[in-house]
């Protein structure tokens, strides 16, 4: 970060600017007994001082209250987003009914703060204070999407624009025990430069120029660029668009330069070996020059630096084709065996609502709760989301990608501890707030869970008048667990609330990422739901404010809530069912 | 025509809870923002502002709907504060019992805008550069302590506090000129 001077506002000897480095100086705690007489001295000589100093503190108060309550903050956002259809909105509103906007709600969000009324003093308040009607009428439910004039603001390009170093993505693997980055290899995740290993099983790599390569094990490839790879041992195969002519892998000391083909490429103990299935390929070796191999030209260059010329054999690499084969069969069993589980899952009486997004309807817009015994109450509409590949090819999901793609929910009764689960697909972070379930309102008990942009995982649910401002100590933020390089990657998040021992935990890929505990005053003990929103936040009608963009960028394959804190094992056991 | 009657009572005085509580909540964070001012200590303000919301519910019939309630909730507001002040014991505070007296008028004034300071403060915030704005964020909403930002970014504690002063201070000149503050 570039903690540069802000020019326009060196003013020259601004009055009140040791006023206000006072006023900074007392906040961060190192304002010492002389500064504190100084502050008062200025103060008590000089009217204008005196509003100067109650204008910094109202703007500071709204200050900590905008940026600092985050449920409240719509912040403008990094990518450009896109408006809304008026449609899509009012398919928002009509497919939940009129529930959204007979809610009453408060027309300020300080006005939520009013836990102290309802807690210590007469149940009849609460009782009231949801007979508010708002003053102006909910003419903008649904559409809290809608991006304001702020959220754009074209003259100020981020200093350092978020980068990632892959080169190139997993995108498929049958019988691959291998890690890469430390993690264990799965389909959907970016491969950066450096050596790539596997010691047995096929994958299926795709350089970002386009090529795709079959890797066969066991195998050593070093990714270089995303087009260009060094195989040091075993066997490839490359299919190559005319758009990525050129793609390169270098074996031994040759230089396999592709002209848009197929070939495969094998390295062993004995020397290289090119064959080419279709089309052209050039081979550079030294200083030779280069040489021009055709569809079912070979050429094998032994260790000991000579060249014999052989004829293409196909059936020796892996073709796309089968690969895919096998690769579908194996995601058959797995997908077979995830819905049999699904089946008994279905009927855990803790459930409160689950989705399964197996419905591959593209205009289905009914996300039908798989909860048995059936509850059709529980269904939930999709709004501009469209269904995409899950985690199997045959199973779909759901694909968030615009401002307004959201899962309207109507979850009612009261609870206590809760879980919840989720398979999501995170293409990126874009927002400051990444949406998993958020309740419409924030009101007593009800939770909202998050990512933040910064690949942390956020759960709170909201108990009113305990913990305010800097006391709140009900944010339960984990360490961050995602970075760009997990794009398109399937992960299994779960976050239980457990109100009787306080304490939530956040789990990625059934284990456990962060646990915390929360000052049993701050735990509201009774949870509730009541209209909520999936994969985005359907706000309630807050007529002064700007809107709050909250869509994931990704997809979510399942979801399910539970009325309780699920064990570790129980998670884990979730996982190992669900994983693709 | 009692029965009539008694039902316009009834509904009368429910109005009169419902405006009370929707007054009150309306209000809290200007109450919060008046006492912190004060007492610039923010658990303490906390405790303060209950305070005055019990004491303001337990003279709710001394309440009148066709008075403004800010003034009648920061006189009690004010009392609050003042008697905190004068128990605060050793703990440090920025204002001593007479200089709140002084401040407490024009706090009124400017907290009972506090509203108006929201939207202004949103466009503002979208004009500051993605780095200052990342700056805000962490420090108000992460609440991450000036120690840890520095530490994440490789800076000094006293660079990023001096950084953090100044998006404020800008923050704040483009607040104040949106909303004429000069002027008035």
Request: hydrophobic letters at 35%.
């Amino acid at each position: 970060m570039c903690l540069r001077t802000i020019e326009s506002e060196r003013t020259v000897n601004n009055p009140f600017e040791e006023l206000e480095g006072l006023l900074s100086e007392w906040e961060a705690g190192t304002l010492d007994d002389r500064g504190v007489e100084r502050f008062r001295e200025i103060l008590r000589d000089d009217e204008a001082a005196r509003v100067h100093f109650a204008r910094l503190q109202t703007f500071n108060m709204v200050l900590m209250s905008e940026a600092g309550s985050g449920e409240s903050m719509a912040m403008p956002t990094q990518t450009q987003s896109r408006a809304v259809p008026e449609t899509v909105a009012k398919t928002a509103e009509s497919s939940v009914g009129a529930s959204t906007s007979e809610i009453a709600n408060v027309p300020d969000r300080s006005a939520r703060v009013l836990a102290f009324v309802v807690g210590a003093l007469a149940a009849s308040l609460l009782v009231a204070a949801f007979l508010w009607r708002p003053g102006r009428d909910a003419a903008f439910a649904g559409t809290d999407e809608r991006p304001s004039a702020t959220s754009v603001d074209e003259g100020n390009a981020p200093a350092s624009e978020p980068s990632s170093r892959g080169v190139a993505m997993v995108t498929q693997l049958v019988g691959v025990n291998s890690h890469a980055d430390g993690r264990a290899l799965t389909t959907g995740q970016a491969l950066v430069p450096g050596d790539f290993e596997i010691e047995r099983g096929l994958v299926q790599i795709e350089f970002f120029c386009g090529a795709t390569v079959v890797l066969e094990g066991p195998a050593q490839l070093e990714l270089v660029t995303s087009d260009l790879a060094r195989l040091s041992h075993g066997k490839l195969r490359a299919q190559v668009p005319p758009a990525a002519q050129g793609f390169t892998i270098e074996a031994d000391d040759l230089r396999v330069v592709d002209l848009g083909t197929e070939f495969g490429v094998a390295v062993s103990a004995d020397g290289a070996d090119v064959e080419v299935f279709d089309g052209e390929v050039e081979v550079h070796h030294a200083n030779d020059p280069a040489r021009l191999l055709e569809k079912g030209d070979a050429v094998m260059h032994d260790r000991g630096g000579s060249f014999e010329k052989a004829t293409a054999r196909p059936d020796r690499f892996v073709d796309i084709e089968s690969f895919h084969q096998q690769v579908s069969t194996r995601q058959s069993n797995r997908f077979e065996a995830w819905k049999r589980w699904s089946e008994s899952f279905r009927k855990d009486p803790r459930l409160i609502a689950y989705y399964d997004f197996d419905d591959p309807g593209r205009w289905n817009r009914r996300l039908p709760c798989r909860i048995e015994p059936v509850n059709r109450g529980l269904d939930g509409a999709i709004v501009g989301a469209v269904p995409s590949k899950g985690r199997w090819d045959d199973k779909s999901s759901l694909e968030f990608k615009h401002p307004g793609d959201r899962v309207r929910v109507s979850i009612p009764g009261e609870y206590r501890s809760l879980s919840f689960s989720a398979w999501v697909r995170i293409d990126s972070l874009d927002r400051w707030y990444n949406s998993l379930f958020l309740t419409d309102e924030y009101n007593e008990g009800e939770p909202h869970w998050q990512i933040l942009d910064t690949g942390q995982l956020y759960f709170s649910v909201r108990k009113q008048g305990a913990g305010t401002g800097t006391n709140n100590k009900r944010k339960v933020l984990s360490p961050v667990f995602w970075e760009p390089s997990l794009s398109g990657k399937w992960l299994h998040l779960s976050t239980t609330y457990d109100v009787d021992q306080c304490v939530v935990r956040h789990y990625l890929n059934g284990e456990l990422l962060h646990e915390q505990s929360i000052p049993p005053d701050q735990v509201a003990t009774t949870t509730r739901f009541g209209p909520s929103t999936i994969g985005n936040w359907t706000r309630p009608n807050r007529p002064d404010l700007d809107f709050a963009i909250r869509n994931l960028n990704g997809s979510i394959d399942e979801f399910a809530i539970f009325s309780e804190a699920l064990s570790a094992s129980e998670i884990q056991e979730m996982y190992d069912h669900g994983k693709p | 025509m009692t029965g009539i009657y008694a039902t316009r009572i009834y509904v009368t005085a429910e109005n009169r809870t419902e405006q009370f509580v929707q007054h009150l909540t309306e209000h809290q964070s200007r109450l919060y923002g008046y006492v912190y001012s004060l007492l610039g200590n923010h658990s303490r303000a906390s405790d303060v502002v209950q305070e005055t919301n019990l004491v303001l519910w337990r003279k709710i019939d001394e309440y009148d709907p066709a008075k403004p309630f800010s003034s009648w909730a920061f006189g009690i507001a004010r009392y609050q504060v003042l008697s905190s002040l004068r128990d605060q014991g050793r703990e440090r505070v920025l204002v001593d019992s007479e200089l709140a007296e002084q401040l407490s008028g024009i706090l009124e004034v400017e907290m009972d805008r506090l509203d108006d300071y929201r939207t202004p403060l949103r466009h503002c915030l979208a004009r500051l550069d993605e780095e200052h704005r990342a700056l805000i964020h962490q420090r108000y909403f992460r609440e991450q302590s000036i120690a840890d930002i520095a530490a994440a970014l490789g800076r000094t504690s006293g660079a990023v506090k001096v950084a953090l002063t100044r998006v404020r201070q800008k923050l704040f000149r483009c607040v104040s000129e949106q909303l004429n503050l000069n002027e008035l």
